[in-house]
């Protein structure tokens, strides 16, 4: 039996987080980062509807958006081989693995229209927690680190992530393209 009361928690935590830090990112990363980590330390509450890896690419699964949409959080499950294309997110992001791994290659863009600069790239293991936003590196691509099975991260963003417009980038030019990434189910889960 799943322990969504887990999830609840977390939910009720980060909601009064937001309500007292405000816009004050820094200490949402902060505090925020530490509820997320105490999240994905235990891998017995995300619904195997929200687990399940898609054959031909990665799956976005919602799991929860704040009424007013000041955060969300959602799956992110990579089959094996998977990658995204290089992009932002034009908001304020933790992502928390909780099972298998990633690989996240940083990029910065120098200027507009020119080749976007390579960063470092990390890998993300299980309990461990990245972040992205504007002020603290906000372009990325990230991939699944195993070649022989799913990975599953849990992320929460200071926005409804998949109604946000936000950009993919071609990394040998620079040039941005809009997207909105929706998400990969129709519904989101019922953990209450």
């Known amino acids: 039996m799943k322990n969504y009361a887990r999830f609840r928690q977390f ?13 004050d990112e820094p200490a ?31 799956q976005q ?35 928390g693995m909780l099972r298998g791994a990633e690989m996240c290659r940083e990029y910065a863009q120098a200027a507009p229209g020119k080749p976007l600069a390579a960063g470092a790239s990390h890998q993300i293991l299980p309990g461990q927690i990245d ?7 906000d372009i990325h691509q990230v991939e699944n680190a195993l070649a022989d099975r799913p990975s599953i991260s849990v992320h929460i963003y200071g926005a409804n992530i998949g109604a946000v417009s936000r950009h993919i980038y071609d ?22």
């Not at 939910?11 to 816009?23: H, K, P, Q, W």
């Open 11 to 23: 939910i009720a935590a980060f909601t009064r987080l937001i309500d007292e830090a405000g816009n």
């Open 28 to 58: 949402i990363l902060e505090r925020g980062g530490k509820l997320l980590a105490a999240l994905v330390g235990h891998d017995d509450w995300l619904p195997e509807d929200c687990a399940q890896p898609h054959p031909g690419h990665y």
């Open 131 to 137: 972040r992205v936003s504007p002020t603290v590196g």
């Open 171 to 192: 990394a040998a030019t620079g040039a941005a393209q809009p997207f909105v990434s929706g998400y990969s189910a129709p519904s989101i889960p019922n953990f209450w």
């Open 61 to 95: 699964y919602l799991l929860y958006c704040d009424p007013l949409e000041r955060f969300s959080v959602v799956s992110f499950v990579w089959g094996p081989g998977q990658t995204t294309p290089v992009h932002d997110h034009t908001v304020w992001g933790m992502i």
